[in-house]
Nanobody, 114 residues
Framework: QVQLIESGGGLVQAGGSLRLSCAAS??????MGWYRQAPGKEREFVAT????????NYAYSVRGRFTISRNNAKNTVYLQMNSLKPEDTAIYYC?????????WGQGTQVTVSS
């Protein structure tokens, strides 16, 4: 059974930082990443990292502020979020892709106050 357990969300003032974690179990994955969904908006891509080789991609809106990283031994992916803005407020979802499909975490709320 695949499980993606997220942690690290919360409330922070604009300009602050948060670190999200996502621990995966149950299957080997090709890549893991983060998406977010703000109220009234579609879910959007934030960042992804390849499990083998470590290739990384970021959404333009977070480039230079967010850093995705992985710990292969712990099967965990992280999202370090710096210089947070109110428009970063959203539910952040961990995602994992394998040859058999895509999987999602339950989501963690990130709220950035102005």
């Amino acid at each position: 059974q695949v499980q993606l357990i997220e942690s690290g969300g919360g409330l922070v003032q604009a300009g602050g930082s948060l670190r999200l974690s996502c621990a995966a179990s149950g299957r080997a994955f090709n890549s893991m990443g983060w998406y977010r969904q703000a109220p009234g908006k579609e879910r959007e891509f934030v960042a992804t990292v390849m499990w083998s080789g470590g290739g990384i991609n970021y959404a333009y809106s977070v480039r230079g502020r967010f850093t995705i990283s992985r710990n292969n031994a712990k099967n965990t992916v992280y999202l370090q979020m710096n210089s947070l803005k109110p428009e970063d407020t959203a539910i952040y979802y961990c995602s994992a892709r394998s040859g058999l499909g895509d999987y999602w975490g339950q989501g963690t709320q990130v709220t950035v106050s102005s």
